[in-house]
């Protein structure tokens, strides 16, 4: 079980944004999957079937929406703290570009924020994040290239200095 | 993905990825400790419940019906796996609700056993037995075979204060609670540690399946892991921590 503690916290936490509230989530989410093992295929892998719940959980919990907005506000101060401290080390730079990249994501549909953070923050392959949505794997695959497109539009409007300029456009600026 | 990503999602993924290889997590909580506590807890405060229910007792009675019907060929479902993959390991499986039916006797190994000695113990399985370091230089003081007759047959090799099983089959564990069992690691190894007070042990075939003639309370503290495919079963009066430098200790005959 140990070694799907993390995991499965990260996965809350990216969904849910509050560590407390993640804590919670994948406890439940434990103690969910402990209540199920009996509808569990030990034929397939564990670690889809519980991210699943995970994710399940953490959706749910993240469209409460008078809690999300609270969570929201606590989050803005503490991330104003962060970048307090951002500017004093340059090591947290990098840390500072993936919470504004973070931030980002925040502004897409759950679905789309969830097959992104399988694929790209927790390195799921296609056939497990399939698994944990419970949707085919070219639905996985048609829903990531459609994220990262809406993704790609947000950054553009809100947070044009994370992409660099494409090979046109630095064209047009000579 | 990749490949099929367009020009001008390419960024957008290297963005992500990168995002990802710098994200500051918060640390992870101690999740397993608070969901075992959990555990623990929940069957207590309701089994006062479920067992004076009706329901539930009829539904027992049916329950009792079909596993004598079923009789020794019952096997363990196959969704139990997901217990010893929620404990870490992939052969074993250990049942934590609460023992019911008669407890079987404690048994040493010279009741289920064959005597045999560490070359023909060595030529019966088809892995190398490996030894505690400490004991390498002297032979074990007995040794024994069991289900030497079965595809994957079971060494065991009886020192002073313990006694090393070694097999290529699962091992299932009933009657223990969670608050008796220990997830520790040692040399890259997940494994489990039972105190001791009296678990049922069973050995289990390559199917999964019970070997009933196998079942026994063992009243000793037991440290349970897998190397290569091989399950490893310490029945000890060591300490936990000795039982670990034991462990650690294995090499090749």
């Known amino acids: ?174 | 993905m990749s490949m099929d990503l367009s020009r001008e999602l390419a960024p957008v993924e290297a963005l992500l990825r990168s995002a990802a290889d710098s994200f500051a997590y918060p640390p992870t909580p101690p999740i397993t400790r608070s969901v075992r506590a959990q555990l623990v807890e929940a069957p207590r405060a309701g089994s006062e419940r479920w067992w004076s229910q009706p329901a539930f007792r009829a539904a027992l009675a049916v329950l009792a019906a079909v596993a004598l019907i079923a009789g020794s060929a019952l096997a363990v479902p196959q969704s139990r796996s997901a217990l010893a993959k929620f404990f870490g390991l992939s052969h074993v499986r250990v049942d934590t609700q609460p023992t019911g039916g008669p407890t079987p006797p404690a048994l040493s190994p010279e009741s289920f056993a064959r005597p045999s000695s560490l070359g023909e113990a060595q030529r019966a399985v088809d892995f190398p037995l490996r030894l505690p370091v400490r004991d390498a230089r002297v032979e074990p003081d007995a040794v024994y075979l069991q289900g030497e007759d079965a595809v994957m047959p079971v060494a065991i090799l009886v020192y002073e204060d313990y006694d090393l099983y070694q097999t290529r089959l699962g091992f299932f564990g009933k009657g223990t609670d969670p608050d008796l069992i220990h997830e520790v690691s040692f040399g890259g190894h997940d494994a489990l540690w039972i105190d001791e007070g009296g678990h049922i042990a069973t050995f289990l075939d390559e199917q999964g399946r019970l070997v009933v003639e196998s079942r026994r309370t063992v009243g000793r503290a037991t440290l349970l892991w897998e190397d290569g495919g091989i399950t490893y079963r310490l029945e000890t009066s060591l300490s936990q921590e000795e039982a670990i430098v034991l462990a650690e200790s294995l090499s090749g005959t």
């Not at chain 1, 439940?28 to 009996?38: P, Q, T």
């Not at chain 1, 539009?153 to 064209?171: A, F, K, N, R, S």
Request: hydrophobic content about 40%.
């Open chain 1, 1 to 174: 079980m140990r070694q799907y503690e993390e995991v499965a916290f990260r996965v809350a936490y990216l969904i849910v944004r509050d560590e407390a509230e993640a804590r919670d989530v994948a406890q439940e989410a434990f103690l969910r999957a402990y209540g199920s093992l009996g509808r569990f295929d030990a034929r397939r892998a564990f670690r889809p079937w519980l991210l699943r719940i995970v994710t399940n959980l953490a959706l749910n919990s993240a469209r409460k929406a008078a809690r999300q907005r609270r969570r929201d506000e606590r989050y803005e101060r503490a991330a104003d703290v962060q970048r307090t401290v951002a500017s004093v080390e340059e090591t947290v730079e990098a840390q500072e570009r993936g919470r504004r990249v973070w931030q980002a994501m925040s502004t897409l549909s759950a679905d789309d924020q969830t097959v992104l953070y399988l694929r790209y923050f927790l390195a799921t392959s296609e056939e497990d994040a399939a698994t944990t949505i419970g949707r085919p794997v070219g639905t996985v695959k048609s829903r990531v290239h459609r994220a990262l497109g809406r993704l790609r539009q947000v950054i553009q409007e809100q947070y044009p200095d994370l992409l660099p300029p494409l090979p046109e456009e630095m064209g047009s600026q000579r």
